[in-house]
C-alpha cells in the first residue's frame, strides 16, 4: 500500500496514476462490495478472459457476470458481446407485453409523449453524422388516462427532414404515406406527388390480393390476365382488354 504526496493511494501500483490505483500482475484485479449477510458484487479485470472489465453479483471476478466491457467499447448484458451492444435475457413481462428492453419517455401525458430509436450514420468526407432513419412508438391522444398507442417509422431523403414514412395506430391500421393523416381503413396507402402503386409479385404462377374466404383478385402470370376469384375465377381481363365471364351455378349465362 502506498500513498504518494498528492494523497493517491496504490495497491499493488508502483506508479500510481488514479486516486486508488489497483494493480497486479497476470492476474484478476478488481473492487469488491458485500452488504454483511447480503448480496455482494464485484467489479474489475478478468485475466481469464481477455482482460475484460465485468461487473458481477459475486466477490469472485467472472461469477454470476452482469455486464461485459471490451477494449473495443462493446458492450454486453448478461453475455459476452460481439456487436457494440449484445443483450441475452430472458424476455420480461411488462405490462402486457414481453420485452428485453425498455425505453420510457418522461413528457406529461397531454404533450405528445413518444420514445423511440434514431439511426444515425456518416454522410460526407468531413465525418458529419445526420440521422437517416427513426423508430417511434406513441401516444395518440392528449386525454388523461387514455394509453391508446400507435407505432410508426421515418426516412428523410436528401436535403430534407424525417418523414413518416409508414404508421400503425391503435386500432392496427397501417398507412403508408399517410403522414400525420387520421386512419380509417386496415390499408392506406398514399402518395402526395402522383399515384400511388401497390406490386403483388410471384415468380411463377399467381400474384394474388386475398380476400377473406374465397375470394381475391389475381394476376395469372401464365397467361398475362388479371382474374377476380370467388371460390373459382368468376372473371378474366385478358391483356388483349377481352373480358370473359363464367357462371358456375348453373343459374345463369356463362
Do not use: C
Not at 478472459?49 to 461487473?55: E, F, Q, T
Request: avoid cysteine.
Amino acid at each position: 500500500l502506498v500513498i504518494d504526496g498528492s494523497g493517491q493511494i496504490g495497491i499493488g501500483a508502483t506508479t500510481i496514476q488514479q486516486l486508488l490505483h489497483l494493480e497486479k500482475d497476470d492476474a484478476d484485479v478488481g473492487i469488491a462490495l458485500t452488504q454483511t449477510g447480503q448480496r455482494s458484487w464485484s467489479f474489475g479485470i478478468d485475466n481469464s478472459d481477455s482482460d475484460r472489465l465485468k461487473i458481477g453479483y459475486s466477490t469472485t471476478i467472472g461469477t454470476n457476470t452482469v455486464a461485459t466491457f471490451t477494449e473495443s467499447g462493446q458492450l454486453g448484458i448478461g453475455t459476452s458481446p460481439s456487436q457494440p451492444f449484445h443483450i441475452k435475457a430472458l424476455h420480461t413481462a411488462s405490462g402486457d407485453t414481453d420485452s428485453q428492453v425498455i425505453i420510457e419517455d418522461t413528457t406529461a401525458y397531454n404533450s405528445s409523449p413518444a420514445s423511440g430509436i434514431a439511426f444515425r450514420g456518416v454522410f460526407n468526407t468531413g465525418g458529419s453524422v445526420t440521422n437517416l432513419a427513426s423508430l417511434k412508438g406513441f401516444k395518440e391522444n392528449a386525454t388523461d388516462g387514455n394509453f391508446a398507442g400507435g407505432l410508426s417509422f421515418q426516412t428523410r431523403v436528401n436535403g430534407g427532414n424525417m418523414t413518416t414514412a409508414m404508421t400503425i395506430d391503435s386500432s392496427q391500421n397501417v398507412g403508408i404515406g399517410t403522414g400525420s393523416d387520421s386512419l380509417s381503413h386496415r390499408l392506406h396507402v398514399k402518395n402526395s406527388g402522383g399515384n400511388s402503386t401497390v406490386i403483388a409479385e410471384s415468380g411463377s404462377g399467381y400474384a394474388r390480393f386475398q380476400m377473406v374466404g374465397t375470394g381475391g383478385l389475381n394476376y395469372i402470370q401464365s397467361d398475362d390476365a388479371l382474374s377476380f376469384y370467388i371460390g373459382a375465377d368468376r372473371m378474366i381481363l385478358d391483356s388483349n382488354s377481352r373480358i370473359s365471364l363464367s357462371n358456375n351455378d348453373g343459374g345463369g349465362t356463362g
